[in-house]
């Protein structure tokens, strides 16, 4: 009966160019089913319109890709019939109430009159505004707004959803309640695909790309991408006192860069085997209070700054 | 093409335009404005042209009884009686008067003697139409007392006058050519043009503007789906204005309407598909609000009010412009419009107009939706 491909959404060498300006450059990923793909990058770097692209919003300028199995040049309509799509604005109508907005979506994509109430409650329930289903949309606040539009664009109960920065400009607790929405969704089987440029939230996806100046410079699972596309290591070091040390650490030969990370400090060295009997030794010779030194594993906003930085030494020597 | 989702687009509409008092008022409020303005205030009649007089020859019988004739005449109004040329400068120069009849000292003595008698006219020449119109009025009333005179002249030598040509006009349509009759209904369409393709060329480029469009491509939704929900709320409203407009000039203006409604209803039909589609046309192109409204206004507007014979009438037009006026929609829907009000005419005769409108309609309903789907990708 389910004979969907277990690739979802498979792209190749797609390109995007605005007049001279590339905003995609060539990328290719294939995106499999059920997963929380994240597309990650700085502002500008091409996520949004990668994101289009997919969704049949933009027209490539060369290259090929399937979302759902359907091409995404020649079969935009039926691309459109299976996918929830949420644009970085809020792109509600601010004049509408909350279930004007449910029903308007509820039209667009056909639901039959006997389910329309259902799926409403299911929408309100979601977005939590079982209070608010009467009021216009442009009183509710930012967080409510978001999850309103994530449950217009599930109104259809799409296989895949597409979502272009969904959390920007949201406080931290609706973040976190936001995630664990997509989580659940993924858990149902929906192909997720969201673009973010916050790094933390990275941690969520099973697989991402990093996209920067249009062009993918990492891909993989969060562990793939904390092994293979850091060139340089991170260390712990628990002493006592360490704000007064941070500055003598960060001018050590073996250290590239030292930041205190809580009470700790952990500090980006080229090779932790070399670094960490050094910053022992200096430790000890000046008396501090040494707790522990150790290689840890590096955070994906490390991997991030360590790949963009990289990018851009390639590129400054060409 | 799927109804479920044009009716749930032009229900979203709906809602937005009962919402948005700014629509909303120049949806309905214009129209019932413009008739009044148009229909009181732009009246094309001259007549009461102010006049000051100067009889220098005010001891004469035969002076007075000449300007009995402007005095009683309904196309005069006598604003003073004055004794210097000062007075007259003044008052034309600040507009109190736009005539002045001088009749110097020896008016009655040449007469008396059988001389031509000259008499003075000093006109306003700064609005050269209604200044041509006031000379030709005063021509006709000293042609009225030359005939008189003559006559008198005739019989007081035992001659009776011979019969001389007369006219006797027999106006057909509009018996008193009252010219609110040939206004209203350009106004009429003039408010079609108006609300139709000023407040549609906002509604796509609105989208645009809020980003909503972008929701909505990503759907499944299809370019004539759109273009369709949105056109249905806003005909219903054209016709809601047609209706006040006829209503309006039926019975408080007076015209008449000697047509058939149908007739209207098809052909407001016509007219209201065209005009619609063109403001759609222009939001779809022009993305901002702004923009759109400037367009419009531009393209819709002007061309209706200057180059449809609403107030201009075609024929007196450079040969250039009157081949741009064929472009005009307004100017078939004016045509058709007068026809069905004054003169009961039916498709028979003006189905050449009727098939101009039909071509607008589909031309730029096409348009409309092809442009739209341009854009959407």
């Given amino acids: 009966m389910n004979n969907a491909p277990e690739i979802a959404v498979s792209v190749r060498e797609l390109e995007k160019r605005f007049g001279d300006f590339t905003a995609v450059n060539k990328v290719t990923f294939d995106v499999r089913q059920g997963e929380i793909f994240g597309f990650l990058g700085p502002n500008g770097a091409g996520k949004s319109t990668t994101i289009r692209m997919l969704c049949g919003i933009y027209a490539p300028t060369s290259g090929s890709g399937t979302v759902g199995g359907f091409d995404i040049i020649r079969e935009q309509n039926l691309i459109k019939e299976h996918i929830g799509y949420m644009s970085q604005k809020f792109s509600l109508y601010d004049d509408l109430t909350v279930e004007e907005n449910i029903d308007f979506y509820s039209g667009i994509y056909k639901i039959p009159a006997q389910e329309r109430q259902a799926r409403k409650e299911e929408v309100i329930r979601l977005a939590n505004l079982e209070d608010f289903r009467h009021r216009p949309t ?89 092994t293979k596309f850091m060139k340089s290591d991170v260390v712990e070091i628990v002493l006592a006192e360490a704000q007064n040390w941070i500055d003598d650490l960060g001018r050590l030969d073996v250290i590239k860069e030292a930041a205190l990370f809580g009470s700790n400090i952990h500090a980006v060295v080229y090779e932790a085997e070399k670094a960490i009997p050094a910053i022992t030794a200096y430790l000890s010779g000046r008396g501090a209070e040494v707790g522990e030194i150790r290689k840890i594993m590096p955070s994906l906003e490390d991997v991030f700054v360590s790949a963009i930085e990289n990018y851009d030494k390639a590129h400054e020597k060409s | 093409m799927n109804l479920k989702r044009i009716r749930a687009i032009a229900w979203k509409e709906f809602i937005q335009i009962k919402r948005d008092p700014r629509s909303l008022a120049l949806s309905l409020g214009i129209p019932v404005f413009l008739l009044l303005i148009f229909g009181f205030g732009l009246s094309l009649d001259i007549d009461r042209v102010r006049t000051i007089v ?118 057909w349509y509009n018996m008193g050519l009252t010219s609110t009759w040939f206004i209203v209904p350009g106004v009429i369409a003039m408010i079609i043009m108006i609300v139709s393709a000023l407040v549609t060329s906002l509604c796509v480029a609105r989208e645009w503007e809020r980003g909503t469009m972008e929701q909505l491509i990503a759907t499944p939704v299809k370019a004539p789906e759109l273009v369709i929900g949105k056109f249905i709320p806003y005909f219903c409203i054209g016709f809601f204005d047609l209706i006040v407009g006829v209503l309006m000039a039926r019975f408080l203006f007076g015209v008449p309407f000697r047509g058939n409604y149908l007739t209207l209803a098809l052909m407001s039909s016509l007219f209201l598909t065209g005009a619609l589609s063109q403001g759609i046309y222009i939001s779809v192109v022009a993305r901002t609000q702004l923009m759109a409204s400037q367009l419009a206004s531009l393209t819709t507007l002007i061309p209706t009010l200057l180059l449809s014979g609403f107030i201009y009438p075609i024929f007196n037009m450079p040969k250039a412009v009157q081949a741009i006026t064929y472009f005009v929609p307004a100017r078939y829907y004016i045509i058709i419009l007068r026809e069905l009000f004054l003169k009961a005419g039916g498709l028979a005769v003006m189905w050449d107009e009727a098939l101009f409108l039909f071509l607008f309609a589909v031309l730029m309903f096409t348009f409309a939706i092809r442009r739209f789907k341009k854009k959407v990708v």
Avoid at chain 2, 106 to 125: T, W, Y
Avoid at chain 2, 131 to 152: D, E, H, K, P, W
């Fill in chain 1, 138 to 226: 442009k009183i509710i606040s930012g967080g409510w707004k978001q999850r309103l539009a994530l449950g217009c664009a599930l109104i259809h109960h799409p296989q895949m959803l597409f979502l272009d920065e969904p959390t920007s400009g949201v406080d931290p607790i609706t973040r976190a309640n936001f995630w664990a929405i997509i989580k659940d969704l993924a858990g149902k089987g929906v192909t997720i695909f969201v673009t973010t440029h916050y790094m933390d939230e990275a941690e969520n996806c099973n697989r991402m790309v990093l996209i920067y100046h249009g062009t993918i410079i990492a891909m993989g699972t969060p562990e793939e991408m904390k």
């Fill in chain 2, 54 to 171: 100067w009889n220098q020859d005010a001891s004469s019988k035969v002076t007075r009884d000449f300007l009995l004739n402007f005095k009683y005449s309904k196309y005069f109004h006598v604003v003073a009686y004055t004794d210097n040329y000062d007075d007259i400068q003044h008052r034309i120069d600040s507009g109190q008067a736009m005539l002045a009849l001088v009749i110097p000292k020896d008016f009655s003595h040449f007469l008396e003697a059988g001389k031509a008698a000259p008499l003075q006219l000093i006109v306003d020449g700064s609005d050269a139409n209604t200044a041509t119109i006031a000379m030709n009025y005063v021509r006709s009333v000293v042609y009225g007392y030359n005939v008189q005179l003559l006559s008198r002249m005739l019989l007081s030598r035992g001659i009776a006058p011979r019969a001389q040509v007369e006219a006797r006009p027999r106006i």
